[in-house]
């Protein structure tokens, strides 16, 4: 049996973990060792933690079993609960009524015991009727009640200050229901908090802005507003993302926002959170999509299939969200008794499209308007500066040199001209997130510096450099096979140096066998598994581990579960040591989640007790 200190030090270092599967896990095992071995005076921390973990990380129905242990320990041993954890447990009831909107398989008359037991609890504790009050009025809102949803929202917003209400959501939920019910000028007006914030505020409140600004013709603010609500995001959930894509695709910016569902969208677009999540995520793509479906259904998204069904056009993107979002909204339906949820998304099918949003990209104001299929080719057939700027700059420093590029070139300075068309590369992808429109535009500079500089007799180090940068915006705009050439050519050159650069060498290895895995080469494993151990023996963990990842997501997609928990569990044990705990931690989340779906739960179980042991 662990010792009190012993199983509080387990729980701080899950804490340590970001939300996801491996944190969820984890939680979950230590929960069973204490329930199985005790102390029993630290389960009300770990079933706290297991909420929290289910909430933010997992969503699944089994918080609620979780809590009513919580409850059930609460009402017999008192004594185990500290101020702490007794406010947090009911803090957390908060969290359990709200997620009964999310689960279309609680009744209705399990609702109303749920919220009866709350307030009874409530009363009791003298925690007051602010909390209660706002359950009622969510929960009536969301099954369509609308007078009872008024009469409760009254009487919530009656309360002065509560301790137990988060003042910068209270704010933030004004705020959305005023854009939701076409208030646009008065969610302007409240503004987003600025006190009191917390994990949602003001992120949530400034994409609502930016929505309440698009209604209101006013891009520039729209685009400010959506910059400050990533500014004050740490991780995406669907919801959030899916504000966001309604915003830039509406907001005509459509490569803008599949640019987002490329960089933020894996767990969303996987329908991989709540029934309620993932509703809300379908239609907020129905509805950024819908006015698009004439003139730019065959806008390519950069999205991978889901299954057998292709998202690879604006179109299908649209035409899959429709089809996962009708069942969904049917359950709801169900539950509440009514079709508001099917009309819900009908209204969204015939959504138009709203003032052009302007993306801030720096400090000199210069910014995006509206992007399509259209732009995004001629920046790539160009190679030359986006056709979206908004604000243009009449002379721009990739333009200066692309100047001195050109003037290099016609003197035959291969050497020189190359050096600049890599520069003007790398001063698109300098300036923060890389849209799919600087990824293309990159892109072609890449391809037009590579001849130049091998012709020219550049060092092999500069051009690891240029291909190392080049990889994954190749990989971005789907064309890694345009990285076949400057590969080969620089594993030729560093073979054949006198004395070759160890990195250089191992660099060109790393590239080759990144796009064996992407060809599905026989031989790209054999490749990892030798560059991987040259890196162990020259103490390269990182570089190890990241190409172990990349191997291990190749070996799932060709169905080798087997190889990629061993390159998953692998990875995880580079990165340990270089603390670096985002990556060790979606490398066992990976690995949690490949055991899970193969049916090896008690290698799951083994997996944990060894992180629990160190």
Same mark, same amino acid.
């Given at each position: 049996? &662990?010792?009190?200190?012993?199983?509080?030090?387990?729980?701080?270092?899950?804490?340590?973990?970001?939300?996801?599967?491996?944190?969820?896990?984890?939680?979950?095992?230590?929960?069973?060792?204490?329930?199985?071995? @005790?102390?029993?005076?630290?389960?009300?921390?770990? =079933?706290?933690?297991?909420?929290?973990?289910?909430?933010?990380?997992?969503?699944?129905?089994?918080?609620?079993?979780?809590?009513?242990?919580?409850?059930?320990?609460?009402?017999?041993?008192?004594?185990?609960?500290?101020?702490?954890?007794?406010?947090?447990?009911?803090?957390?009831?908060?969290?359990?009524?709200?997620?009964?909107?999310?689960?279309?398989?609680?009744?209705?008359?399990?609702?109303?015991?749920? %919220?009866?037991?709350?307030?009874?609890?409530?009363?009791?504790?003298?925690?007051?009727?602010?909390?209660?009050?706002?359950?009622?009025?969510?929960?009536?809102?969301?099954?369509?009640?609308?007078?009872?949803?008024?009469?409760?929202?009254?009487?919530?917003?009656?309360?002065?200050?509560?301790?137990?209400?988060?003042?910068?959501?209270?704010?933030?939920?004004?705020?959305?229901?005023?854009?939701?019910?076409?208030?646009?000028?008065?969610?302007?007006?409240?503004?987003?908090?600025?006190?009191? !914030?917390?994990?949602?505020?003001?992120?949530?409140?400034?994409?609502?802005?930016?929505?309440?600004?698009?209604?209101?013709?006013?891009?520039?603010?729209?685009?400010?507003?959506?910059?400050?609500?990533?500014?004050?995001?740490?991780?995406?959930?669907?919801?959030?993302?899916?504000?966001?894509?309604?915003?830039?695709?509406?907001?005509?910016?459509?490569?803008?926002?599949?640019?987002?569902?490329?960089?933020?969208?894996?767990?969303?677009?996987?329908?991989?959170?709540?029934?309620?999540?993932?509703?809300?995520?379908?239609?907020? $793509?129905?509805?950024?999509?819908? &006015?698009? %479906?004439?003139?730019?259904? #065959?806008?390519?998204? +950069?999205?991978?299939?889901?299954?057998?069904?292709?998202?690879?056009?604006?179109?299908?993107?649209?035409?899959?969200?429709?089809?996962?979002?009708?069942?969904?909204?049917?359950?709801?339906?169900?539950?509440?008794?009514?079709?508001?949820?099917?009309?819900?998304?009908?209204?969204?099918?015939?959504?138009?499209?709203?003032?052009? $949003?302007?993306?801030?990209?720096?400090?000199?104001?210069?910014?995006?308007?509206?992007?399509?299929?259209?732009?995004?080719?001629? @920046?790539?057939?160009?190679?030359?500066?986006?056709?979206? #700027?908004?604000?243009?700059?009449?002379?721009?420093?990739?333009?200066?040199?692309?100047?001195?590029?050109?003037?290099?070139?016609?003197?035959?300075?291969?050497?020189?001209?190359?050096?600049?068309?890599?520069?003007?590369?790398?001063?698109? %992808?300098?300036?923060?997130?890389?849209?799919?429109?600087?990824?293309?535009?990159?892109?072609?500079?890449?391809?037009?510096?590579?001849?130049?500089?091998?012709?020219?007799?550049?060092?092999?180090?500069?051009?690891?450099?240029?291909?190392?940068?080049?990889?994954?915006?190749?990989?971005?705009?789907? #064309?890694?096979?345009?990285?076949?050439?400057?590969?080969?050519?620089?594993?030729?050159?560093?073979?054949?140096?006198?004395?070759?650069?160890? !990195?250089?060498?191992?660099?060109?290895?790393?590239?080759?066998?990144?796009?064996? !895995?992407?060809?599905?080469?026989?031989?790209?494993?054999?490749?990892?598994?030798?560059?991987?151990?040259?890196?162990?023996?020259?103490?390269?963990?990182?570089?190890?581990?990241?190409?172990?990842?990349?191997?291990?997501?190749?070996?799932?997609?060709?169905?080798?579960?087997?190889?990629?928990?061993?390159? =998953?569990?692998?990875?995880?044990?580079?990165?340990?040591?270089?603390?670096?705990?985002?990556?060790?931690?979606?490398?066992? #989340?990976?690995?949690?989640?490949?055991?899970?779906?193969?049916?090896?739960?008690?290698?799951?179980?083994?997996?944990?007790?060894?992180?629990?042991? +160190?």
């Amino acid at each position: 049996m &662990w010792s009190t200190h012993e199983a509080a030090q387990k729980i701080a270092a899950t804490r340590d973990l970001p939300y996801g599967s491996a944190r969820t896990a984890a939680m979950e095992y230590i929960t069973r060792t204490l329930e199985r071995e @005790g102390p029993e005076s630290m389960l009300p921390e770990a =079933y706290l933690n297991l909420v929290e973990a289910y909430v933010f990380g997992q969503p699944t129905p089994a918080s609620f079993a979780v809590f009513s242990k919580l409850l059930r320990l609460y009402d017999a041993h008192p004594e185990h609960f500290d101020e702490f954890t007794a406010r947090t447990l009911f803090w957390q009831f908060k969290w359990i009524i709200g997620d009964m909107t999310a689960y279309p398989q609680i009744s209705k008359e399990q609702a109303r015991e749920l %919220l009866d037991e709350m307030r009874r609890r409530y009363r009791l504790a003298g925690m007051g009727e602010m909390a209660p009050d706002r359950a009622e009025y969510m929960w009536a809102a969301h099954i369509g009640e609308d007078e009872a949803a008024e009469t409760w929202r009254a009487r919530w917003l009656a309360h002065g200050e509560d301790e137990m209400d988060c003042g910068s959501c209270r704010h933030g939920g004004i705020l959305r229901d005023h854009v939701t019910d076409g208030e646009f000028e008065a969610a302007v007006r409240l503004g987003a908090p600025t006190e009191d !914030l917390c994990n949602r505020e003001p992120a949530a409140s400034h994409r609502q802005l930016a929505l309440a600004y698009l209604h209101l013709g006013d891009g520039e603010a729209a685009g400010r507003h959506l910059l400050r609500a990533a500014a004050n995001r740490d991780q995406y959930d669907p919801d959030d993302l899916g504000v966001e894509f309604e915003v830039l695709a509406r907001g005509q910016n459509l490569q803008a926002a599949f640019d987002l569902l490329a960089d933020h969208g894996k767990r969303a677009l996987d329908l991989a959170g709540d029934p309620g999540d993932n509703r809300n995520f379908l239609r907020y $793509i129905v509805a950024g999509l819908a &006015w698009a %479906l004439e003139d730019h259904g #065959d806008m390519p998204t +950069g999205l991978r299939p889901a299954g057998q069904v292709e998202r690879s056009t604006l179109k299908e993107l649209y035409d899959w969200a429709l089809a996962e979002s009708r069942p969904l909204a049917q359950a709801f339906d169900r539950r509440a008794g009514n079709t508001r949820f099917s009309e819900s998304l009908e209204a969204a099918t015939k959504l138009d499209a709203l003032t052009p $949003i302007v993306l801030p990209t720096g400090a000199d104001g210069a910014g995006s308007a509206s992007l399509t299929e259209a732009d995004a080719a001629e @920046g790539a057939q160009t190679g030359g500066a986006s056709a979206t #700027d908004a604000t243009p700059l009449s002379f721009t420093p990739v333009e200066s040199y692309l100047a001195v590029a050109r003037e290099h070139e016609a003197a035959g300075a291969s050497l020189e001209a190359g050096m600049a068309y890599a520069e003007a590369a790398f001063l698109v %992808l300098a300036g923060g997130p890389v849209t799919g429109a600087q990824a293309l535009e990159a892109h072609g500079f890449f391809e037009t510096a590579w001849p130049l500089l091998a012709d020219g007799g550049a060092a092999p180090a500069l051009l690891a450099e240029v291909v190392r940068v080049w990889a994954p915006v190749a990989e971005r705009v789907n #064309d890694l096979e345009a990285l076949r050439t400057p590969v080969g050519e620089l594993q030729e050159l560093a073979r054949q140096a006198a004395h070759p650069d160890l !990195l250089t060498v191992m660099q060109a290895q790393d590239l080759a066998a990144r796009l064996s !895995l992407a060809a599905d080469d026989s031989a790209s494993q054999q490749l990892v598994d030798e560059l991987v151990e040259t890196y162990r023996e020259n103490e390269c963990l990182e570089r190890a581990a990241r190409l172990l990842v990349v191997a291990a997501e190749a070996a799932t997609a060709a169905g080798q579960s087997e190889l990629a928990i061993g390159r =998953y569990e692998l990875a995880a044990e580079f990165f340990e040591p270089l603390r670096l705990k985002k990556s060790r931690a979606a490398a066992l #989340d990976a690995c949690i989640e490949l055991l899970r779906a193969t049916g090896q739960e008690h290698r799951v179980e083994a997996l944990l007790a060894e992180l629990m042991a +160190g």
